[in-house]
Nanobody
Framework: VQLQASGGGLVQPGGSLRLSCAAS????????IGWFRQSPGKEREGVSC????????YYSDSVKGRFTISKNNAKNTVYLQMDSLKPEDTAKYYC??????????????????????WGQGTQVTVSS
């Protein structure tokens, strides 16, 4: 069972990146899938989530209107399209899944122990 996050990099303010989270060893169907981020000295925070039940999407207030989460069932992969990036979006981004944690929890209070599986993270740096 593995989640492989990729797509991070260095981008200028206002730019875009698309992160990918590929699952292997299990199907993402039936799992809540969330994107989290953590920067040095800060708590890990959930920024986006897609529900397993109906595909509903959720976003934290800090990224709403700029980030878009989507899922490709055939590729067993979840994406996070990040537009209008700001320096404060700089962080290591992680994808994670869980069968029972709701998306409402993911984008508000979820911690490491609330999710079953975690990817290794991909660094996003927004700087001029």
């Amino acid at each position: 069972v593995q989640l492989q996050a990729s797509g991070g990099g260095l981008v200028q303010p206002g730019g875009s990146l698309r992160l990918s989270c590929a699952a292997s060893g299990f199907s993402l169907n039936g799992y809540t899938i969330g994107w989290f981020r953590q920067s040095p000295g800060k708590e890990r925070e959930g920024v986006s989530c897609i529900s397993s039940s109906d595909g509903s999407t959720y976003y934290s207030d800090s990224v709403k209107g700029r980030f878009t989460i989507s899922k490709n069932n055939a590729k067993n992969t979840v994406y996070l399209q990040m537009d209008s990036l700001k320096p404060e979006d700089t962080a290591k981004y992680y994808c994670a899944t869980d069968r029972y944690t709701s998306c409402q929890v993911v984008v508000t209070t979820a911690t490491y122990n609330d999710m079953d599986y975690w990817g290794q993270g991909t660094q996003v740096t927004v700087s001029s």
